[in-house]
């Protein structure tokens, strides 16, 4: 037991002390943006990112910084993955739609039902599905176990069920969002796509930085994408970042 | 001895033959070749190499060489085997695809190999790819051309910026049956930023050319330039798979009808280049808000609420319609609208035809007074070039009347703090100071094993409670299993009593005891009433006289027990627990009496 609890202890420890050491280097990296030192700043914030640490916040200023050094791809990345954990930000959603705006030529913009499924992050949907479901199990056990109960939780129950239901199904949207429309963020000032995932394939077309695109498949450090005109391509995973769908 | 010398070398003759035929495998040495379907092709085509291994197998499928501009594509291996005049062979090739991505003479390098710990190689092998040309105007007019292609554009010179559409003709000879499988090869666009080639709808036609009739299919090509200069475009190439009436005319022409299918036919198409010039946008009474727009637009704008707080949000919203590249439209910064905190606006593009050159984008802005002095939200303007008549144009909106209300008092001071520093300009908002939650696992809930889990929790607890309350339901409807259960209850009880009467030797206590608890286990299980159980039911009972002879006897003992106890209540703690220890036994036997 004593030995469980000093590994407990050890544990939330060594947590705090590394969530001081990023709340630091944080304002290591704020100070440097502060100072105009974008390109210093964004090596910053990207180191604290490799640690596996992430908040809404790092990410967007890790977005802003991109932006600063001219990185419009790297900088939609960084918001979207930022939108990933607090979709209903104000401003993360005014820095991303600015952003946006400054790619040129065609890209992806997510359709009406994905932007109002992804105003709740998937754990919050998840969480509030599982809320509802909870509820909803728990009304039916307490009038079997008290059936006289049972016309006083009516509404309750029914209710319960809607919600869970209705729940469920948005959870099902997100997720198949989440997990099956994955979006490749272009990342370096011209990228061509290529009729097959090789260096020497036929160019298909050509996308800016900071254009987003459909993916439909990966091979090995390919990614086969498609654009808003339909066409298909494949282009290098060094040309782009991959993220899943909001 | 002449003759029997030859008889010898007759016979060793014949016994090699029959060895050889018997262990074929053993005799014959691996060979391997490479070859390709053509040495000559068109751009755009693709040759086959074949590599054979005869009599023997490669470890692994042979790695294709690098060879610069061209491009290989394993298919997939095919073997044989042969038994002829009891000879066996065997070979296996490994097939790809080589696709040229430029014109040019090529050289594919000896492959090497090693086979059954033989090495082997094959020889080099040249590949002449040639570009595909326009056929000339001789040829077209000659009729020999089965199809070709034309490419034109509306305009020698163009604006930068200027959005046109190409037009690509397939011409496709009257005798072709069928087309299928029409593929651009390659669409150079130098210098232009190119859409979705489509085909026209409701355009195709028939014209005369020299003296053969073609059907003539219209495809479109959207393309907009992106940079200024002399710009070529094209040789656009394709292929196309067409179906000609076939050579055979043999036969009964009643049949032929029926039964010529044709004769298929792969066609490389290529156009001629076609010169543009692209000129710059003058800088002539180049407007100071002009961003780029080229085309022939028009606007409308409008603005809500107009009756709000000093900091309150009222959302802008200008529609720019008309004709030219809508894509990179921009809503220009509006200089005039120093006395409000602009955000950055988002926009929506509505095509209204089909290459994205027509239509209407709308963005929505979002702007807040500053202070409550602003009576107004001043002229929008948004300029753009017309390459039609060369010149700039400027739409301007009127000026929205506004009523600012005073702000409470907190907000004042924030205003005035940052009124000074703080431009409509557009630009990303400013860093976030408080990094916030750290979140380290980035696995969501619904893929982690742990939270699914968890769901199962309350649906064990409703069935949990879903089978107690069917067991409930089940002994309100069933009174006998109630009196069982009741009994057994009793049984319990009174066992324990016993044993207390028996160590307090309180006989009269005791038997009592007994005596009930022989009536409630008796009466439960013949199913009639308790007080109704005597002596005499041994006997008369049905039940009861089916049961083994042992268990009526102990019964019968045991009444009489309770009786005598009556008339002769002395007894000691010793044959109390005597009587206790074969009242149990007797309850043994009567819970399994089938009642």
Redesign the interface.
Known sequence: MKYWLAILIAVVCAGKIL?AD??AD?AAA?KL??EGKFVEASSAYEKILST???????L??AG??E?KTGHLGKAIAAYRQAEL?APRDA?LR??L???R?QV???TLRESSWQKWVSTLT??EG??LT?AF??AM??L???R??K?ALAPKLRTATRLAVALTVFSGAI?GLQ?AN?FTASVAIVTVADATARS?P?D???SVFSARDGAELKVLDRHDDWVQVANN???VGWLSRQQVEVLPGA | MDTEKIMRFTLKIWLRLFATALLPGAALAASFTAALDRDTLTLGENATLSLKFSDGQPQATPTPPAV??L?F?YVGPSSSFSFINGSTSSSITYNYII?P?RAGEFTIPAFSVVVGGQPLATAPLKLIVSKAGAPSAAAVNSGSEVAFLKLAFPKPKVFLGESAVGRLELYVRDDVSSLNGFQL??APTDGF?A??TVELPNQRRRVQVGNRVYTVIPLAVPLTTVRTGALALGPFTATVVVVLPSQNQGGDPFFRQFFNQGEQRQVQLATETVGVESLPLPEQNKPANFTGAVGDFTMTATAGPTTVTAGDPVTVRVQISGRGSL??V?LPAQEAWKNFKA?????KLETADQFGFRGTKTFEQIISPLNNDVREIPPLSFSYFDPNDGQYHVLTQPATPLTVKAAGATPLPQIAATKAEEKPA???????????????N?I???AQPA?LA??A???L??L???I??KRADNLANNPRLRRQRAVAALVTAGKSDLKKFAAENKPDEFFATLFRLLQEQLGERLDCPATAITENVVEENSILRGAPENLRKDLREQFQLCNQARYAPVRGTAELNSVAAQFEKLLGELQNLKS
């Open positions: 969530a990023i709340s944080f704020n943006y502060a596996g640490a992430q908040s809404p916040a790092l967007f200023n802003n910084a932006f954990l401003e005014a820095n739609a600015f952003v705006n040129q030529g065609a998937l754990n998840a969480i599982a479901f909870w199990l728990g039916f056990a307490v079997q176990i059936p959870l997720a989440h097959g090789f020497d394939a036929q005109a339909g066409k | 610069a501009g491009q594509q696709a991505q090869t390659s930023s859409g979705k894509d990179g921009t955000y950055p606006p988002t926009a557009q630009d990303i908002l400013p860093i976030k100071e408080n990094l916030g939650a750290l979140m380290q980035k969501p809930l619904v939270f968890a769901q929790m309350p649906v607890a409703f949990g409670a879903f107690w309350r």
